[in-house]
């Protein structure tokens, strides 16, 4: 009894070693988990935080305040009223003539040019667009916020180091003096730039914007998402209501999933092959770009449409079969829309997932610089990926800056879009 007893405690003694060893690893392996999740929450912390701190300020644009007399002389010295006429006149020289009776002292040639870079080249359109657009402003003399210099805007928002050399930065002492004497007498100010949002692709920094990208995307999202999720939803009720399972179908379901790996510049190359060269589609249309995503987004909606049509239970059949329901009106009445939440949630992500890329969007042309806004599907246009890769390969400050902004609203737009998803799925799917 004595020996059972000690082989007793023995065994008791080994299995609390164990169980404290097997405890500790469970903690250890919780830390790590809890680790990671923490490093990567940290991560995405720094990423967004940089972006935004980088890119929130190009919301805002540095305009000056100048009293411009649309002189007749300049603008139609003939009096014909001919919009032609109008539209050639020298509309810059009206805001240098403003800008220059602040200064009169300014009179050397080097120094008129100093201070005629203060203000944005796209001052005189501005100027233009006001006047053909009203006519009978000429000859007026109005109080007008114009857009200043990209180099003006960085020096108000704090990019630039005053402390530096005159030689070591672009804008000289002569000017900053200039721009501090103008913010004294308060013709300087930093307001919403609303041109960010309704204009093109520029040269110059302070007049680029988002407006041609953003409306080329909405195309290529619109024809996207009424090719693919019709087509998509088409191939999963197939498959899944009425395929044979033989060795066809098997084959057709691996390709479908080996077409959601594909990366996504090979469909690039395939509607450059395909769309372009083939079909003679214009290059930088939305309309190719669409069709592209397409493609790019079929395997990922049909993968999504199948897991819903599953997901809706046998019972729901064989009941509406019971009742004398065709087989038909038994999947497009009962199951397809108990199935929906699941296909609009996979769209959504296959929505957003196109709205990233850029690409095969490189690859079909859509990375020409676009001024003009598009009006179809046909005409050249850019996209809000592509834009961001244009705009950060630029070495000025000011676009570094939009550079972040942009990808701030394309972040936004994803944020929407993903949670346009959840939101579905928690308010229309169904518990079984």
Do not use: C
């Not at 164990?18 to 919780?30: G, N, P």
């Not at 509309?91 to 009776?101: C, I, N, V």
């Not at 669409?290 to 993968?303: D, K």
Request: glycine share 8%; charged share 20%; hydrophobic share 50%.
């Amino acid at each position: 009894m004595g020996n059972l007893s000690q082989s007793r405690a023995q065994t008791l003694e080994k299995v609390r070693a164990s169980l404290a060893l097997r405890y500790r690893k469970e903690r250890r392996f919780r830390f790590y988990g809890a680790a990671s999740v923490v490093f990567g929450l940290l991560l995405v912390i720094l990423l967004f935080g940089s972006i935004f701190g980088n890119g929130y300020t190009a919301f805002w644009q540095t305009q000056m305040q100048l009293d411009i007399y649309f002189d007749p002389q300049i603008i139609d010295p003939d009096n014909t009223g001919d919009p032609k006429i109008i539209g050639r006149a020298n509309f810059a020289k009206l805001a240098r003539h403003s800008l220059a009776e602040l200064f009169p002292e300014v009179s050397g040639r080097r120094d008129r040019r100093s201070l005629n870079a203060l203000l944005s080249s796209g001052a005189g359109f501005q100027l233009r667009k006001m006047i053909l657009n009203d006519p009978e402003l000429i000859g007026e003399t109005l109080r007008l916020w114009l857009p200043a210099d990209d180099e003006v805007d960085m020096l108000v928002k704090g990019y630039v180091d005053r402390t530096l050399p005159q030689g070591s930065r672009r804008l000289k002492d002569r000017q900053i003096e200039w721009i501090d004497e103008l913010a004294a007498q308060g013709r300087i100010e930093r307001q919403f730039n609303t041109a960010f949002f309704t204009s093109g692709d520029s040269r110059e920094p302070e007049l680029a914007g988002i407006g041609s990208a953003a409306k080329g995307s909405l195309f290529m999202l619109l024809i996207t998402l009424s090719l693919s999720f019709p087509l998509g939803v088409a191939v999963a009720v197939y498959l899944e209501e009425f395929a044979p399972k033989n060795r066809w179908s098997n084959i057709i379901e691996v390709n479908i999933n080996n077409l959601a790996a594909v990366p996504s510049i090979v469909y690039g190359l395939l509607g450059l092959a395909v769309f372009i060269n083939f079909f003679g589609l214009p290059r930088s249309a939305p309309l190719v770009g669409g069709l592209v995503l397409t493609l790019m987004t079929l395997p990922t909606i049909i993968i999504a449409a199948r897991a819903s049509i599953k997901s809706v239970p046998p019972s729901v059949r064989e009941a509406a079969l019971s009742i004398g329901a065709s087989r038909m009106q038994t999947i497009f009445h009962h199951v397809v829309p108990l199935a929906m939440p699941g296909m609009l949630t996979g769209a959504i992500i296959g929505m957003a997932r196109a709205l990233g890329e850029s690409a095969p969007l490189l690859m079909i042309g859509m990375i020409a610089f676009i001024v003009e806004m598009p009006s179809t599907p046909m005409d050249p246009a850019t996209a809000l990926p592509v834009q961001v890769y244009l705009w950060a390969d630029s070495p000025e400050r000011a676009f570094a800056e939009r550079t972040s902004a942009a990808i701030i609203v394309l972040l936004v737009f994803l944020l929407v879009m993903n949670g346009a998803a959840i939101w579905l799925r928690k308010k229309f799917e169904r518990r079984w």
